[in-house]
């Protein structure tokens, strides 16, 4: 039992470790590809640039994909020697784990942090756009509909690439609890 137990943990902050890279690349790729363009005269483009909360996002994705790349050749030796990096045994070797947790709380609570501002911000100016630009307008008429489903595509790939960022959150808080049991254990 001790052996799959060895071998399972590290194992599993690996593919939490992936996973978490993946959703952060996803996210990453949603808010950078966001962008509306309003048919006005002249034409007017907005992108996640003119938004401070979906820079904040952007910059967190990046942040993460850096610090998840930085970390997953650690997680695949520990998974190849079949064992914890270092620590276990009570001493000082137990220095190194406990500050790549504290380091994985901050991470987590920085993607927490990306993750609610472009939520908030998307669902505040959501709800903004769907009661009062969009109430008043001319239903049916054709350059209404259109703005109206351009800028629903817009907010909604910010939520989706906040949500990625909010799961990469949550895979990095598993990755924070198994640590702590192997730290305990």
Known sequence: ?????????????????????????????????DK??????PPQRFTFKDVHAYRYVLAMAVVGCAYTLLHLPFAAVSVARRKRLAGGGGGEDDVAPLLLVFADVAFALLLAAGAAAGLGFTHDVKRYFDGVVFRGAASGSPEVDRLHRDVDRFFDLAYASAGLMLAAAACTALMIMLSVYSLVK
């Not at 060895?6 to 590809?33: G, H, K, M, N």
């Not at 509306?36 to 005269?41: A, E, F, K, P, R």
């Open 1 to 33: 039992m001790a052996s799959r137990t060895t071998t399972a943990l590290p194992s599993a902050v690996l593919i939490l470790r992936l996973l978490t890279l993946a959703l952060l690349a996803a996210s990453l790729s949603l808010i950078a590809a």
């Open 36 to 41: 509306l363009t309003v048919g006005s005269d």
